[in-house]
């Protein structure tokens, strides 16, 4: 098969080439794959940080959308033909991937392969931070930070559908996405204060919940923001992992819950469920479109590195698609 493949280094380094096509095991299916979606953890792993978990594919691509070419299993309910997407460790960057068909979410007739590939790890990440891990009910207010990102539009949706009110981070020329799925208030963090602003809007309350990728740059100023029995979750350190001065008072005294998660390392069946749970519970809305992944834009694969430059320049609002031919 052919695939997108690298060595550890600068965006120069991904050139498509060949590779052995996967064999498929037990309870997997082959799927010809027509489109991938970037995620920040692409980046990483193509600089040689953020080595895939052990077994999984050395190719980058955390997700895919595409058409079953065959099935192991004999009593599967998929068949030949079905268009799918999933979440995947690695692998989304190739012409072929294998995957657990358990994994598997059936595309809509109404929503194109590029929409597809956008949704699997975003709203997966999102789901188990919001409503597993952070546990976020109806009439609740979110501080989602890097609301622009793809986990962020996929957040934001999440936590209006289920009634909570949403504050969201982002620079100033991403706020239009974020508004246009319903976030209440926008802070433009480069120009705001956050911590006064949310303190501002909430009556000195703060938030029941935050959703942070930003780690060490805003931890003192995120438990400022969390009100009683507050909880965040933590799925990133795009802002240093090293808190020079802490004052932790606050976290016994408002009885915070601070949590950290990741999704790719988790083992299969966790996964299963994860996707199983997210689709009973949110799959319908794909389909009558009332939520959707929001695409900043498509690439040809063979202009992947076009798609990281912008990535890492960060300069997209929402998903950045990649086309497979
Ligand atoms: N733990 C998990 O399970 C898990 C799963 C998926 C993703 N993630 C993480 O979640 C984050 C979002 O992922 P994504 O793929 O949705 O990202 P993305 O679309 O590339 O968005 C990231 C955005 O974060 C904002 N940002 C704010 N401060 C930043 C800083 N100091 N450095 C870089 N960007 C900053 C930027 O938007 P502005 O212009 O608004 O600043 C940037 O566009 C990434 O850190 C990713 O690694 C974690």
Redesign the pocket.
């Known amino acids: 098969m052919k695939a997108i493949l690298h060595t550890p280094g600068p965006t120069s380094v991904m050139k498509i080439g060949e590779t052995p096509t996967p064999t498929i095991k037990d309870n997997e299916v082959l799927v010809k794959i027509k489109a991938t979606a970037?995620?920040?953890?692409d980046t990483?792993q193509r600089q040689g940080k953020y080595p895939p978990p052990p077994g999984a594919s050395e190719i980058l691509g955390l997700e895919m959308s595409g058409v079953i070419e065959s099935i192991k299993s004999k009593s599967s309910k998929w068949k030949v033909g079905d268009r799918v997407c999933a979440l995947l460790a690695g692998g989304g960057y190739a012409t072929h991937v294998n995957v657990h068909e358990e994994l598997l979410l059936s595309i809509p007739d109404n929503m194109s392969f590029a929409e597809a590939t956008a949704i699997p790890?975003?709203f997966l990440?999102a789901y188990?931070a919001l409503i597993y891990l952070a546990d976020l009910k109806k009439g609740e207010t979110i501080l989602i930070?890097?609301?622009?990102?793809?986990?962020?539009t996929a957040a934001i949706q999440i936590a209006k559908s289920i009634g909570a009110n949403v504050i969201v981070?982002?620079?100033g020329?991403?706020h239009d996405v974020c508004k246009n799925l319903g976030a209440n208030l926008c802070i433009d963090?480069?120009t705001e204060n956050f911590e006064e602003t949310v303190l501002e809007y909430t009556n000195k309350k703060g938030v029941n919940v935050i959703l942070d990728?930003?780690a060490a740059?805003y931890f003192q100023k995120n438990i400022n923001c969390l009100d009683f029995d507050g909880r965040m979750v933590m799925?990133?350190t795009?802002?240093g992992i090293k808190v020079e001065q802490l004052n932790m008072g606050k976290i016994v005294w408002k009885r915070l819950k601070i949590m950290g998660?990741?999704?790719?390392a988790r083992p299969i069946d966790y996964k299963i469920k994860l996707t199983r749970d997210f689709k009973n519970q949110f799959w319908t809305q794909f389909e009558n479109k009332t939520m959707k992944p929001i695409i900043d834009s498509e690439y040809d694969w063979k202009d992947v590195i076009k798609a990281h430059e912008r990535?890492e320049a960060?300069?997209?609002?929402?998903?950045i698609v990649l086309k497979v031919s």
């Open positions: 970037i995620n920040r953890a990483l790890e975003v990440t188990q930070h890097a609301g622009a990102s793809g986990v962020g981070t982002a620079s020329g991403k963090y480069k990728f930003l740059q799925l990133a795009m802002g998660s990741t999704l790719r990535m960060n300069l997209n609002a929402g998903k």
